[in-house]
């Protein structure tokens, strides 16, 4: 059964916009864990936020993969870019609390930010490697 173009249109559109509503929640979450407990040493994170899409942006279009063993220097930067704002994205508040800066209210919207943001960004992923998404424009 295929469906009409215009009807193909209408619900990646509405993928977009789910899309943006995870993104938008990922950041209101970091927003509350501050603004909540009055304490804005997890925008800290933020960095790790602005780090992580950094890779999408530099090799979206190249023609290596991301998960090959190859040997491009550009690749594997782009690799330990997005493995150190992982573990920077999670290490951060963790270190705070354990440092007594936050409690555990801010730490489990810090995370839990995290994991929408990865969501997001895997979903992007996915989004972005079918091939009836590029075709729609």
């Known amino acids: ?3 009409s173009r215009s009807m193909r249109t209408c619900l990646h559109s509405g993928r977009l916009a789910l899309l943006a509503i995870l993104v938008s929640g990922g950041i209101v979450l970091q927003i509350l864990a501050c603004a909540l407990y009055n304490n804005w040493w997890p925008m800290l994170t933020v960095l790790m936020y602005l ?7 530099f ?3 190249s023609d290596t993969s991301m998960m090959s063993n190859g040997g491009d ?5 782009t690799k330990f870019l997005t493995g150190a704002s992982i ?3 999670i290490a951060i508040p963790s ?3 354990h440092a007594g800066v936050i409690g555990w209210g801010a730490l489990t919207m810090e995370l839990s930010s995290f994991v929408v943001f990865g969501v997001a960004i895997l979903w ?6 079918e091939d009836e998404y590029s075709s729609v424009f």
């Open 59 to 61: 090799f979206l279009g």
């Open 95 to 97: 270190i705070l609390k």
């Open 87 to 89: 573990v920077g994205s």
């Open 73 to 77: 220097g550009w690749v594997n930067f």
């Open 51 to 57: 780090i992580l899409p950094m890779p999408l942006i």
């Open 1 to 3: 059964m295929a469906l």
């Open 124 to 129: 992007f992923l996915q989004m972005n490697s």
